[in-house]
C-alpha cells in the first residue's frame, strides 16, 4: 500500500470514530446524563408536558342562615372563592329551630362541616369547644381585629372558640304610618303597649304579626320581654338557674302569662301554629299587621317585601310603668372551625376572609346589624336607630339562652311546648314545668 492509499485508510478511520461517538453522546443526551456536565440534567419528555391544574380543596360550611336570612353570605362566599380559587365553598343552610339539634348530631356522628356558623354562648359554641369539638383561635393574627366584648360570646379560659361575626337586638318592628294614622306614641311600658294594641285591633288591624309553626317566634318574643321583666327583678336569674337554685317555673311564671295574655286579647295572629315566620314577615310588611318580633337581620327581607314601608323597630316595652326599658341584643352569629377537619388551613383562610373589615362590614349591613371590629360602627340603617340607643346607652341584656349552661335542652322545649299553649293542650305554666324537665334532663345527662 502507497503512501497516499494509507492517508486515505486512516482518515476513513478516523471518520468513523467520528462517528460512534456521535452516536454515543446522542444516545446520553436521551436518557437524560449530562455530557462532561456542561448540559443541565432534563426528563427527555418534560418540554411536552403541561403544567399540572391546581387541586380545587371543597371547604364545607354549615349554619342556621337560609332563605331571606341569607343576606350577603352568597355574594360573600362567591368572593372568597374569586380570592381563593383553590378552595371551593359548599354551604348547607337551614332555620334556627332545626339547627341545634341537626349539629349535635353531626358532631355525634363525627360527621361535622369544616367550618360551622354556631350560636354564641355557654350551651352552644363554649360547650362544643370546651368538649373538644373546635380549634382554638387564639393564636391567630387576625382575630385581635375582633372587640373584647364581642369575643366574649365565644372564648373560655384563654381559649377563643370563633370569631363573632355581627351584634344584633330583638325586637319589635312597627308600621309608622299605621301608628301615625291612629296617634299612637311609641309605647315605653307595658300599659302603653297594651293600650296601642287595643287601639289597633279596633281599628281592624292585626296588632302583632306572628308565625309559629316551629315555636322560633315565640322564643323570640320571650327573648324580647325577659330583660325588662326577669332579669330587672333578679339580674343573677342565669347564675342561679345554672346551679340549681331556681327553675324556669319560679323565674318566668308571670313573664310567661303576660306573653300569653296578648293572645287571649286577641292582639296575635290567629291559628299562628300554622303560620310560618315567612308568612308573619310578610303579613306585617304588607301592611296587615301593625307589629312584628324579629331581629334586626330581617330588615332586608321585609324592605324588600316592601320598600315603600316606614318601618321602625323599638326594644319590646314589658317592663312596668317608672321601670327601665331594656333591649335584647347579643352576638348574633359565629364562625367555628371543626377541630377534626381535614382542611383546617382551607378553614383558616376563610375566617381570616371574615375578620376582615370590608367583609364584615358587607355582612353586618346585610343583616343589619351592628359590627364586631375594634373601631367599626357600621352603617345603622334609620329604621334601627331607636333600638340603637338604647343598646348604646347601656340598657340591654344578651339572648337569654347564651348565659344558660344547658340552654339548648331550654329553648328546644320552650319552641315545642309554646305550640301546645296556642292550641290549649297545656297551659303557660306546664310550658315552663317542661322546660324544668328538660333542664333537669340535661343536668343528669351531662
Not at 227 to 250: C, I, K, M, R
Not at 356 to 369: M, R
Amino acid at each position: 500500500m502507497n503512501g497516499k492509499s494509507r492517508g486515505l485508510a486512516g482518515l476513513l478511520a478516523m471518520l468513523a470514530m467520528l462517528l460512534v461517538i456521535a452516536a454515543c453522546s446522542g444516545n446520553n443526551g436521551g436518557n437524560g446524563s449530562s455530557n462532561g456536565g456542561n448540559q443541565p440534567q432534563t426528563d427527555g419528555n418534560d418540554s411536552n408536558k403541561p403544567t399540572p391544574a391546581a387541586s380545587v380543596v371543597e371547604l364545607k360550611v354549615t349554619g342556621f342562615k337560609s332563605g331571606a336570612e341569607l343576606g350577603a353570605l352568597p355574594d360573600l362566599n362567591e368572593k372568597f372563592m374569586q380570592e381563593n380559587q383553590d378552595i371551593k365553598v359548599v354551604y348547607e343552610g337551614m332555620p334556627g329551630s332545626q339547627f341545634k339539634e341537626f349539629l349535635k348530631a353531626r358532631f355525634s356522628a363525627n360527621d361535622a362541616s369544616d367550618v360551622i356558623m354556631i350560636h354564641p354562648g355557654l350551651s352552644d359554641v363554649i360547650a362544643y369547644g370546651k368538649a373538644g369539638y373546635l380549634l382554638d383561635l387564639s393564636g391567630e393574627s387576625w382575630i385581635k381585629n375582633f372587640t373584647d366584648a364581642s369575643l366574649k360570646a365565644t372564648s373560655n379560659d384563654g381559649q377563643i372558640y370563633a370569631i363573632p361575626n355581627d351584634m344584633n337586638v330583638l325586637g319589635v318592628y312597627y308600621n309608622k304610618q299605621i301608628f301615625t294614622d291612629l296617634s299612637i306614641e311609641i309605647p315605653t311600658n307595658w300599659t302603653q303597649f297594651l293600650a296601642a294594641a287595643e287601639k289597633i285591633k279596633q281599628a281592624g288591624i292585626l296588632p302583632i304579626s306572628i308565625g309559629n309553626n316551629d315555636g322560633w317566634m315565640t322564643l323570640a318574643a320571650l327573648y324580647t320581654m325577659a330583660p325588662s321583666t326577669v332579669y330587672a327583678q333578679n339580674p343573677d336569674f342565669d347564675a342561679q338557674l345554672n346551679a340549681g337554685e331556681t327553675t324556669f317555673l319560679e323565674g318566668w311564671k308571670d313573664m310567661n302569662a303576660q306573653w300569653y295574655s296578648l293572645d287571649e286579647k286577641g292582639y296575635l295572629t290567629e291559628k299562628s301554629t300554622g303560620v310560618s315566620l315567612d308568612q308573619a314577615q310578610q303579613a306585617f310588611a304588607t301592611g296587615k299587621a301593625a307589629m312584628y318580633i324579629d331581629g334586626n337581620w330581617s330588615l332586608p327581607g321585609i324592605k324588600a317585601s316592601n320598600p315603600e314601608l316606614e318601618v321602625g323597630m323599638i326594644p319590646m316595652p314589658s317592663n312596668a310603668d317608672g321601670q327601665p326599658v331594656i333591649a335584647s341584643a347579643a352576638v348574633g352569629t359565629t364562625f367555628a372551625i371543626n377541630k377534626n377537619s381535614k382542611v383546617v388551613d382551607a378553614a383558616k383562610r376563610y375566617l381570616e376572609f371574615w375578620s376582615k373589615t370590608e367583609t364584615q362590614k358587607e355582612w353586618a349591613k346585610s343583616q343589619q346589624a351592628f359590627m364586631t371590629i375594634n373601631g367599626e360602627t357600621g352603617d345603622v340603617d334609620p329604621s334601627l336607630q331607636h333600638i340603637a340607643e338604647v343598646v348604646a346607652s347601656g340598657n340591654s341584656y344578651p339572648f337569654l339562652d347564651q348565659g344558660w349552661e344547658f340552654g339548648g335542652a331550654g329553648t328546644a322545649e320552650l319552641m315545642t311546648s309554646a305550640q301546645g299553649v296556642y292550641l290549649k293542650a297545656i297551659n303557660s305554666d306546664e310550658m315552663l314545668k317542661n322546660m324544668d324537665k328538660a333542664w333537669e334532663a340535661a343536668v343528669k345527662n351531662r
